[in-house]
């Protein structure tokens, strides 16, 4: 994956990155061999950018991750990872994270909300340790939307002392809705936004944060490009997720729609979706997350080959025609 800069910083990122939320069990369990395959298949690709949080499994997947990368040239990647959950002993544990969490991990641990100067401070650390570095290139500020102010007050300054002093790369937030993310921008000093399942081949409703972040000169990564399955495969079925739950009847017929024209261009909608976010020049980055060695390899392989300038024609065409097409 070609090597970009991230913004204004110094911080490279690559076309694709990897999202590690998958390799901490999200919604279910993999086994560790097959978290090793895919995150070696990852680098053998060229992926060099690794997205974590202390969230994805209650820090599974940052030891996870952590222990992949140990034998890996530290100057050769990029990884990110993120604050604003500290992660605590569960007064009360019911034996699995997937309700609270939607992690198939134990639920020894718990997750309470921290934006402040300490928490900020106290997570990171954990999260180096789990990750078994000494520095991690980019911190987002992870789902503030709650806790804006404090987000805005306290945490984004602690991380700004941070990479001013030289302990991190670049500063960032995190969230999967518009709102709070414009705010950051209009309001605080940032290098990068990660907007997830808002700026997608079916979803392009952070066009005003792409157009806000142009004109401060903030970069943006564009996560979950398959808005949590939908676009994933090629024909999306009836029961295909969307934004981490069961999609709308009208959210697979709009795909199927996408789904056609792409085959008609001589590609396919996974294609088509993981390409989408890189059309912007803002996006410097767009993170999938994947769970097997498979997923990687044919991930790597769309990122690096573009649709024709007919196809996007045809597509984007598709996108606005199917959000006003009567049900099937």
Known sequence: ????????????????????????????????????????????????YYDTAPHYGLGLSERRLGDALAHRPRTEFTVSTKVGRLLEPHPAPTGSDLTAGGFAVPDTLVRRPDYSRDGVLRSLEGSLERLRLDHVDIVYVHDPDDHLDAALAH?????????????????????????????????????????????????????????????????????????????????????????????????PRRARLLAEVAGRHGTELPHAALRFPLRDPGVACVVAGFRTPEEVVSAARWAATELTEEAWLDLDTAAVRAVDAPPA
Do not use: K
């Not at 995150?39 to 060229?46: F, I, M, T, Y």
């Not at 921008?185 to 792409?210: C, F, N, Q, S, Y």
């Open 155 to 251: 945490a984004l300054p602690a991380l700004t002392a941070l990479r001013d002093q030289g302990v991190i790369g670049a500063v960032g937030v995190g969230a999967n809705t518009v709102a709070p993310l414009l705010r950051v921008v209009a309001e605080a000093e940032v290098d990068a936004v990660m907007v997830a399942g808002r700026w997608t081949l079916l979803d392009r409703t952070a066009r005003p944060l792409l157009d806000a972040c142009a004109g401060r000169g903030v970069a943006v990564v564009a996560a979950a490009p398959f808005n949590s399955g939908l676009l994933s495969r090629p024909y999306p079925p009836s029961d295909a997720t969307f934004d981490y739950g069961p999609a709308s009847d009208s959210v």
């Open 1 to 48: 994956m070609r090597a970009r800069p991230l913004g204004r910083t110094s911080v490279q990122v690559g076309t694709l990155g990897f999202g590690a939320a998958p390799i901490g069990n999200l919604h279910s369990p993999i086994g560790d061999s097959q978290v090793r395959a895919t995150l070696d298949a990852a680098w053998d690709a060229g992926v060099r």
